[in-house]
């Protein structure tokens, strides 16, 4: 019976060494979005403006090359722009059999408000466009069709900085440009 009792007590003892050579609690390691600076409004409106852009410019004949770097873009995001870039082809095609054609856009985006929570970052903003068309029957247009969007886009915060995730129209209707592909 003595035997037991002597194993207790050393593993009691042993716990007791052994408590004090565990580590000292630490405060949490420091997450994401301390690694990553608050975004600037200023670069925020520029990535948004590139992005817009480049959609827009999806309805040319010759759309211009992506002008946003990969480090900018979230997967998500590229991913669906591979998945809207067919749909919007498709658009221009039907467009054009009708005898229509985009031949210039310009694109004014103005920062409503922004805010940042953790290590995501909601941009509501205002897109003005203005697009000029062609037809088969009369030509290039010197008469601009334009509209103008509240739109939110959604950042995302890595290890490389801030990156869009999203662009997404705060209010739906028609007479959108087939540049727009919601959902």
Not at 111 to 127: D, L, P, R
Not at 155 to 175: C, K, M, Y
């Amino acid at each position: 019976m003595k035997l037991p009792r002597t194993l207790a007590a050393v593993a009691v003892l042993l716990g007791l060494a052994l408590s004090g050579c565990q580590a000292a609690p630490r405060p949490p390691s420091p997450g994401l979005t301390s690694a990553v600076p608050s975004p600037s409004s200023a670069d925020l409106a520029a990535m948004i403006q590139t992005a817009v852009e480049d959609r827009n410019g999806t309805l040319l004949d010759a759309p211009p090359i992506l002008r946003l770097a990969d480090g900018q873009m979230t997967a998500a995001y590229r991913a669906k722009r591979g998945r809207d870039l067919p749909v919007v082809e498709r658009s221009k095609a039907r467009f054009r059999s009708a005898g229509f054609w985009y031949t210039s856009f310009s694109t004014k985006v103005t920062v409503e408000s922004i805010e940042v929570t953790g290590s995501k970052a909601n941009v509501h903003f205002k897109e003005q466009t203005e697009e000029y068309l062609a037809s088969t029957a009369n030509g290039p247009s010197s008469v601009p069709s334009g509209y103008s969007l509240p739109q939110t886009a959604t950042f995302r915060a890595s290890a490389d900085g801030w990156q869009l995730d999203s662009i997404d129209p705060s209010e739906h209707g028609g007479g959108l440009p087939m540049s727009i592909v919601e959902g």
